[in-house]
């Protein structure tokens, strides 16, 4: 069964950094676009940055900018989400999901089950 497993999250301070990371299971995700999404409770799932299969193909949404880094390490198979600067703001579960297509809305076909980023002011 293919899976994707995410990694990293925790409770850190405004201004501090933390750096997700999503594993596959499958071989077959290492040419897959990769995609990391957010939801807070009571708000629709918001795109947060994608990885085409070319390292150079990087997407991010407004709002994580200049803050949050994509990348990918082929070998492992997994993906990486570095974010600094961290606000309030970013506070969410984080979702890592893969398709062979890129996208900005959540139309991903694989997903992960999440990991929470909490940010204390």
């Known amino acids: 069964q293919v899976q994707l497993i995410e990694s990293g999250g925790g409770l850190v301070q405004a201004g501090g950094s933390l750096k997700l990371s999503c594993a596959a299971s499958?071989?077959?995700?290492?040419?897959?676009?990769r995609g990391w999404f957010r939801q807070a409770p009571g708000k629709e799932r918001e795109f947060v940055a994608a990885i085409g299969w070319r390292d150079s193909d990087t997407y991010y949404g407004d709002s994580v900018k200049g803050r949050f880094t994509i990348s990918r390490d082929s070998a492992k198979n997994t993906v990486y989400l570095e974010m600094n600067s961290l606000k309030p703001e970013d506070t969410a579960v984080y979702y890592c999901?893969?398709?062979?297509?890129?996208?900005?809305?959540?139309?991903?076909?694989?997903w992960g089950q999440g990991t929470q980023v909490t940010v204390s002011s």
């Open positions: 999901a893969a398709d062979s297509t890129i996208a900005t809305k959540p139309t991903y076909t694989y």
């Open positions: 499958a071989r077959t995700f290492s040419t897959y676009v």
